[in-house]
């Protein structure tokens, strides 16, 4: 059933306090409404690419460990790509077969667009499935500059299904309207390039999420963390959808978010400073379990 098909008379939220909720945070950018007095800090910039780059690896170690934390490991299935910020045809990504939990920033790989190991770890290959899939990704979207893509169990069960997630409460707003897909061409691990441009493709323009049917999801992002946390809450709204989807089976109503609700929600929640800020409550609850080793780099210089 459609969102705007859902019984929801008795859940809809006054058109009259909409209005003044709007009008109270409409001036202020999300994340200044979010901020109840001084406001959050912005992504940080910096002074030179070698320490941005340190910067973005020790969060992209940071990301698989909280991934490890959260079960989202299966084999060496599995993989972040960030593109480097100097050279945004080459991204970083994991090395083969480690362990997420053991990850650091050093062991990260750089790719370029042609599949060449050309910075970074050398000591052990990259993910040739993941290639496939993160490089068509980075190529057809520019302003994706991280990607996130793991065979969790929820996200796996509902990928079953080939549909997209339910309006079904606020946080899976985030990925209201065009910001989510569904890729509905499983044909096996990704092995060939025309595959991957399929599911980049199915993604769209304004993709945050993809499900991928009978395989996994797939999140993007303008830093690593906001395609992390996407990865964390599109993974954990699977699962809420089909423990929902069993209530429903015993007779119990779904009731929707409206589209309007939905679309003033993605709006005051869906930008890239927000969406950074989102990660770093599970980024820091990692740094202090494990005393920060993952970052293990303070600058990073490259020439290709």
């Known amino acids: 059933m459609a969102p705007s098909a859902a019984p929801i008379s008795d859940a809809i939220v006054s058109q009259k306090k909409r209005d003044e909720n709007v009008k109270g945070r409409s001036d202020l950018t999300p994340l200044q409404a979010i901020s109840q007095g001084v406001c959050l800090p912005g992504i940080p910039v ?89 490089s068509a990704v980075h190529k057809a979207r520019p302003d994706v500059h991280a990607a996130c893509h793991c ?49 980049a493709a199915s993604l769209g323009a304004k993709g945050k999420g993809l499900i991928l049917r009978n395989h996994g999801l797939l999140t993007v992002g303008t830093t690593v963390d906001e395609a992390a946390y996407l990865y964390t809450l599109m993974e954990r709204s699977c699962e809420i959808q089909l423990m929902v989807e069993a209530a429903a089976a015993n007779g119990l109503p779904k009731v929707y978010v409206d589209d309007e609700a939905a679309a003033y929600t993605f709006k005051m929640a869906n930008d890239p400073e927000s969406l950074y800020w989102e990660f770093q409550p599970d980024l820091e609850y990692e740094r202090e379990k494990c005393r920060g080793a993952f970052e293990d780099v303070e600058t990073v210089p490259l020439t290709l």
């Open 46 to 134: 910096f002074p030179s690419f070698d320490k941005h780059r340190a910067w973005i690896l020790n969060h992209m170690a940071g990301a698989f460990r909280v991934f490890a934390r959260k079960g989202f490991t299966e084999g060496m299935s599995g993989h972040i790509s960030v593109r480097d910020p100097e050279y945004p045809h080459a991204f970083w990504t994991n090395p083969l077969g480690k362990h997420f939990a053991t990850l650091k920033a050093s062991d990260m790989v750089l790719v370029d667009f042609d599949g060449k190991i050309v910075g970074g770890n050398t000591s052990r290959p990259a993910n040739a499935a993941g290639f496939l899939i993160h």
């Open 151 to 199: 065979h969790g169990k929820a996200g796996k069960a509902w990928s079953a299904f080939g549909k997209k997630l339910e309006m079904l409460n606020q946080d899976v707003t985030y990925f209201y309207g065009d910001a989510q897909a569904v890729y509905n061409e499983f044909g096996g691990v990704v092995f060939s390039e025309a595959e991957g441009k399929r599911l």
